[in-house]
T-cell receptor
Framework: KNQVEQSPQSLIILEGKNCTLQ??????????LRWYKQDTGRGPVSLTI?????NTKSNGRYTATLDADTKQSSLHITASQLSDSASYIC???????FGAGTILRVKS | SQTIHQWPATLVQPVGSPLSLECTVE??????LYWYRQAAGRGLQLLFYSVGIGQISSEVPQNLSASRPQDRQFILSSKKLLLSDSGFYLCAWRDYNEKLFFGSGTQLSVL
């Protein structure tokens, strides 16, 4: 069964700290993996999209990694800001299998 | 550049009333279009997708329907809303480079 599991479900960190969000998937066939940021009450906005051959991709303070062998991806946020508070969603494959998301809250 | 418009942003409707949510895309042609629903604290659930005018695929049986009367227009409808139809509805489109773009969403409350 195609599934995308994200962890943790929620996370609270202090402003300026780093954090890493996890995404494990069992989607087959695998074509690409996307990370989205969704502010409350808004549509998701793309952060990164990686194909099978890419191990890492950065977008400013956001860095996504992909291990296609273990079927794991992570999203690392560096020097967090209050505006990073949002839900982060992992989406896998051409059939767009969505994870439930990780809710991140950055505190001052 | 490509943009996606979705409206209204919020909607409060009584049970049993009809629904029509509209989504339009600009700056592209023949996009794949999607309707998703997101319950509070949950992931996105695919409702419908369309690969062309008049071509609609439904992922889950439900009280809703979708139509694509024009290439860049995707409409989500219901004849009679249920309480369980409440949620956050998102329209999305995917381009030939596999990029997926979302609209700003519609928060629907059925009372």
């Amino acid at each position: 069964k195609n599934q995308v599991e994200q962890s943790p479900q929620s996370l609270i960190i202090l402003e300026g700290k780093n954090c890493t969000l996890q995404c494990n998937y069992t989607v087959s066939p695998f074509s690409n993996l996307r990370w989205y940021k969704q502010d409350t009450g808004r549509g998701p906005v793309s952060l990164t999209i990686m194909t099978f051959s890419e191990n890492t991709k950065s977008n400013g303070r956001y860095t996504a990694t992909l291990d296609a062998d273990t079927k794991q991806s992570s999203l690392h946020i560096t020097a967090s800001q209050l505006s990073d508070s949002a839900s982060y969603i992992c989406v896998v494959g051409n059939k767009l299998v969505f994870g439930a998301g990780t809710i991140l809250r950055v505190k001052s | 550049s490509q943009t996606i418009h979705q409206w209204p942003a919020t909607l409060v409707q009584p049970v049993g009333s009809p629904l029509s949510l509209e989504c339009t895309v600009e700056g592209t042609s023949n996009p794949n279009l999607y309707w998703y629903r997101q319950a509070a604290g949950r992931g996105l659930q695919l409702l419908f997708y369309s690969v062309g005018i008049g071509q609609i695929s439904s992922e889950v049986p439900q009280n809703l329907s979708a139509s694509r009367p024009q290439d860049r227009q995707f409409i989500l409808s219901s004849k009679k809303l249920l309480l369980s139809d409440s949620g956050f509805y998102l329209c999305a489109w995917r381009d030939y480079n596999e990029k997926l773009f979302f609209g700003s969403g519609t928060q629907l409350s059925v009372l």
